[in-house]
């Protein structure tokens, strides 16, 4: 199964053709998740929720444990005014966070990402900031 922020019909029908049994949009939704994963594995496999299928957790720990580097990065770039880095990373983030159980640091980088797009160097210092707090307190987990 194809996830990537890639969603045009062209897009679809090129990881289609490519092999993929499906694709999804991120952020993940974890419904339409389960529901594309119960199309095409057994029934037996599906163990109700995603986050219950096996190798999940390392996934939601390797997100968590490297979210300090990918934040610190964004802070580089900032200050060597690499407006079009942190964007990219902040849209990466934005993008991962809210699958593996990081919605307020999701939101925080997508506030940054877009005062980045603005040009609100500013604003953008203020929401890094907001992501660094967020990261640090979801990277902890639950």
Known sequence: MALTADVMAADRAR???AGFDDCLAKPIDRAAFSRVVAQHLPKPALAGHFSNLPGFAALVRTFR???AERVS???AALAHDDLAAAIHEAHSIKG???TFGCPETGERAQVLEAACR?????????ALAALEQASIREAAGP
């Open 15 to 17: 990881y289609l053709a």
């Open 65 to 67: 444990n490297g979210i």
């Open 73 to 75: 990065k964004i802070a």
């Open 96 to 98: 991962s966070a809210a």
């Open 118 to 126: 603005g040009g609100d160097r500013a604003g953008a210092a203020a």
